[in-house]
């Protein structure tokens, strides 16, 4: 930072120059994992890296933002970004530069070179998680990025990506979690036999999210709701207020027999209009909130 508070006099301007290529690197796979880093894009994404940063500084831990780049522009339209990445290396550049770095089209002026986010499965059972949504062969990075947002904002624990899961470090697939990425704990290359069974040991249910489901969402939720009042004192299949983790399955084929295995229970949506399924995201949303819900009145 100089005497006004930006990051240097002069921005950077060469499109070409070494350090240039070396952000832009990180939008292929090889690059972020032989770096463990990768790139977040735009205001949302950077503001949520800079916060998780600067708590981790705070407490001791490394931080997790290695350098930022930004136009004046954004910087005056997002004054608090410059506070934020206070004692990161911080650089001004050109607008040239920055749609050098970034993987968007119209990047929107900032991106941030940050570390590899994502923790153990024994980091996340050991917390006591209450629930947690296993994507299994989900391939598409905004699907990825969709759920991952979903979780975040359904209150969820943690996200456990299988091991034939898309990375979640890819560009799209940061972008599709509008800085949810750094808000909840995330687990990598999972084997989902292993993390059904640790769920298990732990107490935790286990459902899959399936069109072909035996039971109902709905009836699980009214059944809930119905011993919360007092109404009803039979006992349901399977009380959503428990510890849970979901089962999501690939974008196309939803989930494999064998992972359908490893559930407790094959829980579906319910489609009342005339629409074949609903897309994963959907889905997930609605089966998350459900969980949610119920945790949250209990």
Request: charged residues 25%; aromatic residues 4%; glycine residues 8%.
């Amino acid at each position: 930072m100089n005497e006004t508070g930006r990051p240097q006099d002069y921005p950077l301007s060469n499109p070409r120059a070494d350090r240039v290529r070396k952000v832009a690197q990180l939008a292929g796979r090889p690059a972020r994992l032989k770096r463990s880093e990768f790139l977040a894009e735009g205001p949302q994404a950077v503001r949520e890296a800079l916060v998780l940063h600067g708590k981790r500084i705070a407490a001791g831990e490394r931080g997790i933002v290695y350098e930022v780049y930004a136009t004046e522009a954004c910087l005056d339209r997002h004054p608090e970004l410059e506070e934020l990445a206070e004692g990161t290396s911080a650089h001004l550049a050109t607008d040239e530069v920055i749609a050098a770095m970034a993987d968007t089209v119209t990047p929107q002026g900032i991106v941030a070179v940050c570390g590899f986010v994502d923790v153990s499965l024994e980091q996340v059972l050991d917390a006591g998680p209450r629930l947690i949504a296993i994507l299994c062969q989900v391939r598409d990075p905004g699907n990825a990025g969709t759920v991952l947002r979903a979780a975040d904002a359904a209150g969820a624990d943690a996200v456990i990506l299988t091991g034939s899961s898309v990375d979640i470090y890819n560009p799209k697939a940061v972008r599709s979690t509008a800085g949810s990425l750094f808000h909840l704990p995330i687990v990598l290359g999972a084997d989902a036999t292993e993390v059904a069974a640790r769920c298990k040991e732990r107490g935790i249910g286990v459902l899959a999210a399936d069109g072909y489901g035996d039971l109902n969402l709905d009836r699980l939720q009214d059944e809930n709701a119905g011993r919360r009042s007092g109404a009803s004192a039979a006992e349901s299949v399977y009380a959503l207020e428990e510890p849970t983790a979901w089962l999501f399955g690939n974008e196309a084929q939803g989930l494999a027999e064998d992972e359908i295995a490893l559930a407790d229970h094959r829980v579906a949506v319910p489609v009342y209009g005339s629409a074949e399924s609903l897309n994963l995201g959907t889905a997930a949303t609605v089966c998350l909130y459900a969980s949610a819900r119920a945790q949250q009145a209990s």
